[in-house]
């Protein structure tokens, strides 16, 4: 990934052809790291498209009367995958927090790989996938 010189990541030229890539961009004004996102539902179907929703935002150096960060740009992401090729996931729970999320382009089409903070980790690999985008915040939240 290449970063900018105010230290954010640029658009991944491997994900200009990703239907709803250069969106999830433009929300940001970069490429999130998806650093702290939560998985909300994985949704895996062996004959249709399968999906990765997931909540994620914009952490700000201001702090709240209460002494957290602000955090703004709430977004859900919903990664939708045609035909899953590879699967390896671990530690589903009631709360899955992100280190990080990244998409690659690989052979067989893209991987997604989940980098572990609390809860789900690993990755999935598909043939193809577009980006679906719902601003503001999950309604189970």
């Given at each position: 990934?290449?970063?900018?010189?105010?230290?954010?990541?640029?658009?991944?030229?491997?994900?200009?052809?990703?239907?709803?890539?250069?969106?999830?961009?433009?929300?940001?004004?970069?490429?999130?790291?998806?650093?702290?996102?939560?998985?909300?539902?994985?949704?895996?179907?062996?004959?249709?498209?399968?999906?990765?929703?997931?909540?994620?935002?914009?952490?700000?150096?201001?702090?709240?009367?209460?002494?957290?960060?602000?955090?703004?740009?709430?977004?859900?992401?919903?990664f939708?995958?045609?035909?899953?090729?590879?699967?390896?996931?671990?530690?589903f729970?009631?709360?899955?927090?992100?280190?990080?999320?990244?998409?690659?382009?690989?052979?067989?089409?893209?991987?997604?790989?989940?980098?572990?903070?609390?809860?789900?980790?690993?990755?999935?690999?598909?043939?193809?996938?577009?980006?679906?985008?719902?601003?503001?915040?999950?309604?189970?939240?």
């Amino acid at each position: 990934m290449r970063v900018s010189s105010r230290g954010l990541m640029e658009f991944p030229p491997e994900l200009e052809d990703v239907e709803g890539a250069k969106d999830l961009h433009d929300w940001f004004g970069y490429w999130p790291k998806f650093h702290d996102a939560e998985v909300i539902r994985p949704h895996l179907d062996r004959t249709d498209a399968s999906a990765l929703v997931l909540h994620t935002w914009e952490m700000t150096e201001e702090v709240d009367e209460k002494g957290f960060y602000v955090l703004r740009k709430h977004i859900v992401v919903e990664f939708v995958m045609k035909e899953v090729v590879g699967l390896r996931l671990d530690g589903f729970s009631h709360q899955n927090v992100l280190f990080g999320l990244t998409i690659d382009r690989v052979d067989h089409g893209y991987r997604l790989a989940l980098e572990d903070c609390y809860g789900i980790a690993g990755t999935i690999d598909a043939t193809g996938v577009s980006i679906r985008l719902t601003p503001g915040k999950p309604k189970e939240a």
